[in-house]
Nanobody, 125 residues
């Protein structure tokens, strides 16, 4: 069963940085836009960032613009989320998923698949 494996989460102080990684063994990321999502306790899952396969473009949620960046290394089948200037509100479990209908990120999402187990990010005061 193909799925992403997320890593890099942990405990970080407010204002600090983390870099999350997600790798998908056996999945060719060249074919898919890949999104980072997060879900905080008691809240719905939300899209945070998207990395396009087609042209390298990215899309970031307004809540993380200017603080987070997303990038990928297709040769390593890996997508990264660089989190800078983290805030308490960034505390959540972070997940990756591939958009099966798109190679280029746009507003909204198509069919998302290959969800991983997630990695916990906790931001302390």
């Amino acid at each position: 069963q193909v799925q992403f494996v997320e890593s890099g989460g942990g405990l970080v102080h407010s204002g600090g940085s983390l870099r999350l990684s997600c790798v998908a063994p056996g999945l060719f990321l060249d074919y898919y836009a890949v999104g980072w999502f997060r879900q905080a306790p008691g809240k719905e899952r939300e899209g945070v960032a998207c990395s396009s396969a087609s042209d390298g473009s990215t899309v970031l949620a307004d809540s993380v613009k200017g603080r987070f960046t997303v990038s990928r290394d297709n040769a390593k089948n890996t997508v990264y989320l660089q989190m800078n200037s983290v805030e308490r509100e960034d505390t959540a479990v972070y997940y990756c998923a591939a958009d099966l209908e798109r190679r280029r990120c746009s507003t909204g999402w198509g069919t998302l698949s290959y969800w991983g187990q997630g990695t916990q990010v906790t931001v302390s005061p």
